[in-house]
């Protein structure tokens, strides 16, 4: 087939594949070094997720993936970018694309020893006008996470702006006239709530989160999250117009204006994601669960700019007998302007029901009993 260079031939190929899953990703065992290996590079040093001694004295006994692990599983956009049009027909010389955010519910954990595999569905393609791309097409698929016991573990529908390149970037926030701050030692020095429950019955609408800072977006925490997260592989083949790999041509300046519409090098959209969760799972402690993170991107995050996450409790409720909340959490850069938004869901342990827990019997020391007839 010949090169796909407009948006007309381009939602006419998407189109064909809706609904038609992508060949699933091969089986892939969780080990704690990739759980680290995550952590590392998304910036969350929660010790549930990441410290063996810690988790096995926590509420599950093991350790687990955070909740963006499932990026590292799989970005799942490949769905949204290409569907199940030949990655070498389009080019983003030609029509360009910025990812918008990503609907996920979450099921149940991602335990280390679980062998874990995606499955990639196109299902939707919307068209839209933007204030400075012009024509451009939604496309939306959906990527379903499932454990070696066939359990659905998560599912994600991500969406892609895909637009004719402007061959420049679009507009963004300054980076370059306020105080910078180093983003390393932040995610040491973060106090998280972990094993102390943060109870149903003592949140009140209207309170804050505890904010999460970031600090200023470097070319290292590009590479850590590319190369931490996503993958430690090199690139099949590198793009027109750049010699980098590592991060899919982003950390390249020229690159990023010329073929991806951004003022310089910017960050995965992902990452953002990963902080909005994160902000969320150090407020509700080891024995909250997050259910539904509903995010949208709305301006670009950039090499200099910095950065912190910010959320508040918008409603306190029951349903089916469980403890509810909603937050809204954002990503606030240097000039004040919300880079990130999402809608949470969380279920909170209540006092009125039972203390959060498992049968103690459960973890209790291996003692070998006496033989009886049934062995």
């Known amino acids: 087939m010949s090169r796909i260079t407009t948006l007309d031939s381009f939602e006419k190929e998407y189109r064909k594949g809706l609904g038609q899953p992508l060949n699933p990703r091969p089986w892939r065992e969780v080990t704690a070094e990739w759980l680290r290996r995550h952590s590392e590079g998304s910036g969350d040093y ?7 001694a810690y988790a096995e004295e926590a509420r599950f006994h093991s350790l687990i993936g955070s909740p963006s692990f499932l990026f590292s599983i799989d970005f799942g956009a490949n769905a949204s970018i290409w569907g199940h049009i030949p990655q070498d027909d389009v080019e983003m010389k030609d029509l360009s694309i910025l990812y918008l955010g990503a609907d996920i519910e979450w099921v149940r954990p991602v335990w280390v020893g679980d062998r874990v595999r995606s499955i990639e569905t196109p299902v939707d393609l919307k068209h839209r006008d933007m204030r400075q791309l012009g024509a451009a097409l939604v496309c939306s698929g959906t990527t379903e996470y499932y454990n070696h016991r066939a359990e659905l573990v998560a599912r994600m529908t991500n969406h892609m702006l895909r637009f004719a390149n402007p061959g420049s970037g679009v507009s963004a926030s300054s980076s370059g006239s306020h105080r910078r701050i180093a983003p390393d030692p932040l995610v040491w020095e973060r106090t998280r709530r972990g094993g102390s429950p943060l109870y149903w019955e003592d949140v009140r609408e209207g309170s804050d989160l505890p904010a999460l800072p970031k600090g200023t977006y470097t070319t290292t925490e590009l590479y850590l999250f590319s190369l931490g997260s996503l993958t430690m592989s090199r690139s099949r ?3 027109e117009g750049t010699i980098d790999m590592g991060a899919g041509g982003r950390a390249d300046p020229e690159y990023a204006r010329k073929a991806r519409a951004q003022a310089t090098s910017f960050d995965y959209g992902p990452q953002r994601i990963a902080w909005l969760s994160q902000i ?4 509700i402690g080891d024995w909250g669960d997050l259910i539904t993170l509903s995010a949208q991107l709305r301006r670009p995050n950039l090499i200099g700019d910095t ?23 954002a990503v606030v850069n240097q000039d004040d302007v919300e880079t990130a938004i999402g809608k949470a869901a969380v279920r909170l342990p209540r006092r009125d029901v039972d203390e959060p827990g ?4 459960l973890w209790a020391p291996t003692v070998v009993a006496e033989p009886t007839i049934y062995g």
């Open 237 to 239: 083949k590198v793009d």
């Open 46 to 52: 929660n010790p549930l997720f990441r410290d063996g």
């Open 307 to 329: 950065n912190t996450v910010v959320g508040s409790v918008q409603r306190v409720y029951e349903e089916a007998g469980e403890g509810r909340v909603d937050v809204r959490v």
């Open 280 to 283: 969320i799972t150090d407020w």
């Open 358 to 361: 498992y049968p103690a019997m």
